[in-house]
């Protein structure tokens, strides 16, 4: 363990340059008593520190020093391993350089450590693209990252079909990239937006799905991200609002208990309160998006769904149920409300 620690504390120093006792104890968990002595035996190995009295004092390493060791455990490898995914890595066209940089750490390990992690390469493979969902890619995705590794400006000509408008043309400022799963997006600000502060500036980010530019420019004008932007938690926050803001189909249907755990499980369903029947079904209030998605959503479920409210839910099942007997040749469902806890495919069968 102090092995550990003494090498968590070098590479700490040699990451910010310079840190006070009290702060090392704070991060390592330990007494500033611990953290003195691994900076005794720190000096005594010959490691070049420097200790600076006053306010602003700490300890220091001098400028351009690194150590040789990289001390990675076989969770870190494994860590490093898993963030070689090769779709994402091949579409930002870092895919050599992946690859390059991956056999020099592999080189710099002792023998036993580069063992273990070839074991693991050859044992574990991360692959984000889903069954049904192809990538979302679009062949501006370099522009875009270039725009945002180089801090340029960009010049869009996009579908913004969710704005009623199929086409818009702007000039925006890329801060961030961000790939979700099947889909890439980018998070940028409006050019007019003059030296924003850090929280207004982020309060004007709106974000761009890739696949729907459908020409981009890289400018020449550059423009600075302001400090203290920190993009994974800008895009937890814009999502949560995101789903906040959707709109919600309230609902009661009744699903069959066995059917019960995978319905609870819809990505697209949100359960407010449900109670289990004694007669093998489970009653709901459930929240859909929309009439639509409602509808096409318990129909998937067969005779092990049925709608009991809003009235225009189950009368669109009913006509849709009418309509596919027809197409098929069967007798047709009649016109009434199906039975409580009864499913329309089970009441065609009855009257059949």
């Given at each position: 363990m102090r092995a550990d620690r003494i090498l968590a504390i070098l590479l700490f120093l040699q990451t910010n340059g310079k840190a006070t006792v009290r702060e090392l104890a704070e991060r390592l968990e330990v007494s500033e008593r611990t953290i003195q002595r691994d900076m005794e035996a720190l000096c005594v190995s010959g490691i070049p520190l420097s200790a600076e009295r006053g306010a602003n004092g700490g300890w220091t390493l001098p400028e351009g020093y690194r150590t040789k060791l990289t001390g990675l455990t076989s969770d870190e490898i494994q860590a490093l391993l898993v963030l070689?995914?090769?779709?994402?890595?091949?579409?930002?066209?870092?895919?050599?350089?992946?690859?390059?940089?991956?056999?020099?750490?592999?080189?710099?390990?002792p023998v036993a450590t580069r063992t273990e992690a070839e074991w693991i390469r050859q044992r574990l493979h991360i692959d984000v693209q889903g069954w049904h969902e192809p990538r979302s890619y679009s062949p501006y995705l370099p522009v875009v990252q270039q725009a945002v590794w180089e801090g340029c400006k960009l010049r869009l000509r996009?579908?913004?079909?969710?704005?009623?408008?199929?086409?818009?043309?702007?000039?925006?400022?890329?801060?961030g990239l961000v790939a979700k799963l099947n889909t890439w997006y980018f998070v940028a600000s409006?050019?007019?937006?003059?030296?924003?502060?850090?929280?207004?500036?982020?309060?004007?980010?709106?974000?761009?799905?890739?696949?729907?530019?459908?020409?981009?420019?890289?400018?020449?004008?550059?423009?600075?991200?302001?400090?203290?932007?920190?993009?994974?938690?800008?895009?937890?926050?814009?999502?949560?609002?995101?789903?906040?803001?959707?709109?919600?189909?309230?609902?009661?249907?009744?699903?069959?208990?066995?059917?019960?755990?995978?319905?609870?499980?819809?990505?697209?369903?949100?359960?407010?309160?449900h109670s289990m029947g004694e007669d093998g079904w489970v009653e709901a209030e459930a929240d859909f998006h929309t009439l639509n998605s409602a509808h096409d959503l318990l129909l998937g479920y067969g005779s092990s769904a049925l709608a009991v409210r809003p009235e225009e839910l189950a009368e669109a099942i009913r006509r849709t149920v009418a309509d596919l007997s027809r197409m098929y040749g069967l007798p047709e469902v009649g016109a009434g409300p199906a039975p409580y806890g009864v499913g329309v495919s089970e009441r065609r069968g009855e009257e059949a």
């Open positions: 070689q995914t090769s779709s994402i890595v091949r579409e930002l066209a870092m895919e050599g350089a992946g690859s390059s940089a991956l056999s020099k750490l592999l080189s710099a390990l996009y579908d913004s079909a969710a704005e009623g408008k199929r086409e818009t043309d702007q000039i925006v400022c890329p801060w409006p050019e007019d937006l003059e030296a924003p502060e850090s929280s207004s500036g982020e309060e004007a980010l709106r974000t761009y799905r890739v696949s729907r530019i459908l020409d981009a420019e890289l400018l020449d004008e550059r423009f600075e991200v302001p400090d203290g932007f920190d993009l994974a938690r800008w895009w937890e926050r814009s999502t949560a609002r995101f789903k906040e803001s959707l709109p919600w189909y309230p609902s009661v249907v009744r699903i069959r208990t066995e059917a019960w755990k995978r319905f609870a499980g819809e990505r697209y369903v949100r359960i407010r309160r």
